[in-house]
């Protein structure tokens, strides 16, 4: 596709409801990556594919987050038991190489909010 | 105390105006040094990219890092309404160049 697509674009769940957040890479993009972005506040890394191996997972907050991306392409970011301090933006970033230097194309997001 | 600091704002200037955006970090081994545009329920989208120290120009943005204050900045040239946005400094080291450290972003406001 031309962009990164995510979803849902919201969702709302109850405490203690697991959740699956959905990314769609930019087509033959090798390197994947989940951000969280609380209200007013810059995105923080969770972690990072490259193909489908993830090679960093230390952003991750507890063990109740889990990212997959068996194929090397479609992405999935779960949380199970939900609490309401995992309401926040989740945003997935894609890029051709695994370098910053070419920077990320992110997409718009997956607003959570845990009621 | 966080890694990147950045003056959340929010920041009003009148269009035609030159804003000055920045932000300080703490860490040495930062070397890559970039700056996002969020526009509101929209991800991040990257405007300047900068290795090490240095200046660097792009129609009317110019980014500068200046390593030995630990400070980096964005300056927009001739604002527009259509620059209203949140922008946020990034950075990262250079053996871990994929995990991006951010700052808790910059509201600016250009009134017509």
């Known amino acids: 596709g031309a962009g990164v697509s995510q979803s849902p674009r919201y969702k709302v769940a109850k405490r203690g409801q697991d959740v699956a957040l959905r990314c769609d890479p930019i087509?033959?993009?090798?390197?994947l990556f989940w951000y969280q972005q609380a209200l007013g506040q810059g995105p923080e890394f969770l972690t990072y594919f490259q193909n489908e191996a993830q090679l960093d997972k230390s952003g991750l907050p507890s063990d109740r987050f889990f990212a997959e991306r068996p194929e090397g392409s479609v992405s999935t970011l779960k949380i199970q038991r939900t609490q309401q301090e995992d309401s926040a933006v989740y945003l997935c970033a894609s890029s051709s190489l695994g370098t910053v230097n070419y920077g990320y194309t992110f997409g718009s997001g997956t607003r959570l909010t845990v009621v | 105390q966080k890694e990147v600091e950045q003056d959340p704002g929010p920041l009003s200037v009148p269009e035609g105006a030159i804003v000055s955006l920045n932000c300080t970090y703490s860490?040495?081994?930062?070397?890559?040094f970039m700056w996002y545009r969020q526009y509101s329920r929209k991800g991040p989208e990257l405007l300047m990219y900068t290795y090490s120290s240095g200046n660097k120009e792009d129609g009317r943005f110019t980014a500068q890092v200046d390593k030995s204050s630990k400070y980096i900045s964005l300056f927009i040239r001739d604002s527009q309404p259509s620059d209203s946005a949140t922008y946020l400094c990034a950075m990262s080291s250079e053996d871990s160049s994929y995990k991006l450290i951010f700052g808790s972003g910059t509201r600016l406001l250009v009134r017509p």
């Open positions: 860490n040495s081994a930062f070397q890559y």
């Open positions: 087509s033959g993009h090798v390197s």
